[in-house]
């Protein structure tokens, strides 16, 4: 079955400490997205990339890194940097950009709490 | 103010009952997106709509471009549609995707 796997669908991290959340996708997708969800707010967008090793920052990219380095696969890093990292982070990607009337297809988040 | 308003922001029905959630947005738009997001985190597109109507099984989904405004409608409401209901509009002039807060529906039998 094609979908997105994100994983782990919680962790738990230190404050300080730099975390990776994996995201992989078998859609053959060019275009994914990171989403960042916090209770009573929309999804918000951290980072996305159409193409591989190419990406561009979201609204809320500060403290956040990304790379893509394979079509399959955009890994995020929640540095120290990040002032309120607990949060449920969504991976999504979708057959197009700029033609843009594709679906968005998401993964099943990853629950992050740093204490 | 978000540019994506949903209402209302928590409904809770009983198991049979028509239930409607509501959009309205403030910017020019090229798509409008239903979406459902499952306790477990997960979400699923529903409909895609940029005019009109759309149905699928027991989801209706309308949209008033004039209004900026969308109805998603749930006949014969079953405990199984019990989610979180998200709003999500493609801006035209910039393609960037707008998310509404949701609305977390539960349906008791």
């Known amino acids: 079955d094609g979908g997105i796997t994100q994983s782990p669908k919680y962790l738990f991290r230190k404050e300080g400490q730099n975390v990776t959340l994996s995201c992989e996708q078998n859609?053959?997708?060019?275009?994914m997205y990171w989403y960042r969800q916090d209770p009573g707010q929309g999804l918000r967008l951290i980072y996305y990339?159409?193409?591989?090793?190419?990406?561009q920052k979201g609204d809320i990219a500060e403290g956040y890194s990304v790379s893509r380095e394979k079509k399959e696969s955009f890994p995020l890093t929640v540095t120290s940097a990040q002032k309120n990292p607990t949060a449920f982070y969504l991976c999504?990607?979708?057959?197009?950009?700029?033609?843009?009337?594709?679906?968005?297809?998401f993964g099943n988040g990853t629950r992050l709490t740093v204490t | 103010k978000n540019e994506v308003e949903q209402s209302p922001q928590n409904l809770t029905a009983q198991e049979g009952e028509f239930i409607t959630i509501n959009c309205s947005y403030s910017v020019g738009i090229s798509a409008l997106h239903w979406l459902q997001q499952h306790p477990g985190g997960g979400i699923v597109s529903l409909f895609m709509l940029s005019s009109g109507k759309k149905k699928h099984g027991r989801l209706i989904a309308t949209i008033n471009i004039q209004e900026k405004h969308s109805s998603l409608h749930i006949t014969a409401s079953h405990p199984r549609d019990s989610a979180v209901y998200i709003c999500a509009v493609r801006a035209r002039n910039n393609n960037d995707m707008r998310f509404g807060a949701g609305t977390r529906l539960t349906v008791k039998p």
């Open positions: 990339s159409q193409i591989v090793n190419d990406f």
């Open positions: 999504a990607s979708s057959s197009r950009t700029v033609l843009n009337n594709s679906p968005l297809h």
């Open positions: 859609l053959n997708h060019d275009a």
